[in-house]
């Protein structure tokens, strides 16, 4: 079992930015990919960037540039760094979880929310 904690989602300006933070705990392999997938109101959960142990990365296509995916494995934590935030990224953001063994993890969520 692993489990996920996430913070700094909040309140911020158009232009601004912000870090997420998710800490992992429990039964975690070496092998694993964790990120980020965010929700907003009435649509469907998409993926914003994912990072494996071994620090390759992956974005969607609208946050290359502005997002930067970061990993500290000795802290089994991962870092979502949000630059010139817009109000259509506002949604719940979700730390995510999964290794070779079948873990499949998700965090409560943190709201990001960005105002115009």
């Known amino acids: 079992q692993v489990h996920l904690v996430e913070s700094g989602g909040g309140l911020v300006q158009a232009g601004g930015s912000l870090r997420l933070s998710c800490a992992a705990s429990?039964?975690?392999?070496?092998?694993?990919?964790m990120g980020w997938y965010r929700q907003a109101p009435g649509k469907q959960r998409e993926l914003v960037a994912v990072i494996s142990s071994v620090g390759s990365t992956d974005y969607a296509d609208s946050e290359k540039g502005r997002f930067t995916i970061s990993r500290d494995n000795a802290k089994n934590t991962v870092y979502l760094q949000m630059n010139s935030l817009k109000p259509e990224d506002t949604a719940v953001y979700y730390c995510h979880f999964v290794d070779y063994l079948g873990g499949n993890y998700w965090g409560q969520g943190t709201q990001v929310t960005v105002s115009s």
């Open positions: 429990g039964s975690i392999s070496s092998l694993n990919v």
